[in-house]
């Protein structure tokens, strides 16, 4: 039996519903009806045979086979666009300096460029691992062309664009005891960092005591000081992975929520082409 083939068009409009999570708040992404949103979908359902989304009142929600469709979806979605760029793209040529702190935007760089590389062979990426601050002030002298650069959510005017937010939780290892000590122990990174001042804010403002028992320039620094059992320390959730754990007591206060910000230098194609791609990778995150 012949196996039906997805359209493209109608997992743009899947996807936009499930992100909008309104019909008419997708019909105005993708330029069209509610109504024919609809009958895309209930089309989509038959294909499938699954049903997709749950209808309330005020919104609908994915089912369980409507979240593996998602997934399913954007990457189709991205190999669609990486196909088609490798053929009909400007052809750029030319060198782009990357920079970016040591967390979330380590985790994905490695895809993005390779994705990047494959639409654009004949650009050259230079990437810099450093802290937000440094990366700017390369940034700034014209050392790189844009950068991801961590930010509180508190902070106001932040530069750039936010391409991602998520919670910092506090993480040690698993079975440790650190978490019981007082002053309780933190491993953090150096002054400037974000999620430094996050925390030492959130102790402060808890009125839990607290020592700095391990300061490092990356979050590699940190995990080591968690599996060591020497501190517990501010971690992304994403990052929280066996054999480390997400800490939850009465006795820590909440973190809050970081963003990461893509700053550029000025706008033109290669940048422009760069930035796409690192802003598609960080929507698929979601």
Not at 66 to 80: F, H, I, K, M, P
Not at 87 to 100: H, N, R, S
Not at 187 to 193: L, N, P, R, Y
Not at 222 to 247: G, N, W, Y
Request: aromatic share 6%.
């Amino acid at each position: 039996m012949t196996m039906p083939l997805l359209d493209n068009e109608v997992l743009r409009t899947f996807v936009a519903i499930a992100e909008c999570g309104t019909f008419t708040a997708a019909a105005k992404v993708v330029h069209r009806t509610p109504s024919a949103l609809s009958m895309q979908i209930k089309q989509l359902e038959k294909t499938l045979g699954k049903s997709l989304f749950v209808r309330e009142p005020r919104q609908v929600r994915l089912t369980n086979d409507g979240e593996v469709l998602l997934a399913y979806s954007r990457r189709l979605l991205r190999l669609n666009q990486e196909a088609v760029e490798h053929f009909i793209a400007p052809a750029l040529e030319g060198k782009v300096g990357f920079g970016t702190s040591d967390d979330v935007g380590t985790r994905i760089l490695p895809e993005v460029l390779a994705q990047f590389a494959r639409s654009y062979p004949a650009v050259l990426v230079n990437v810099v691992v450093g802290s937000s601050k440094q990366n700017l002030t390369k940034l700034d002298a014209g050392e790189l062309d844009m950068v991801l650069v961590t930010v509180s959510e508190r902070v106001r005017g932040i530069r750039g664009e936010v391409v991602h937010e998520e919670p910092l939780v506090w993480a040690g290892k698993e079975g440790s005891s650190a978490h019981l000590s007082r002053p309780l122990p933190i491993a953090v990174a150096h002054e400037g960092c974000a999620w430094r001042q996050m925390t030492l804010l959130a102790l402060e403002n808890a009125g839990t005591p607290y020592r700095i028992a391990y300061t490092c320039e990356h979050c590699s620094g940190q995990e080591a000081a968690m599996l060591a059992d020497l501190a517990v320390a501010p971690f992304p959730l994403s990052l929280v992975r066996l054999p480390l754990k997400q800490i939850v007591s009465d006795d820590l206060p909440e973190i809050g929520r970081y963003q990461l910000a893509l700053v550029r230098r000025g706008s033109n194609p290669l940048n422009n082409a760069l930035a796409a791609h690192v802003k598609s990778a960080f929507q698929n995150l979601q």
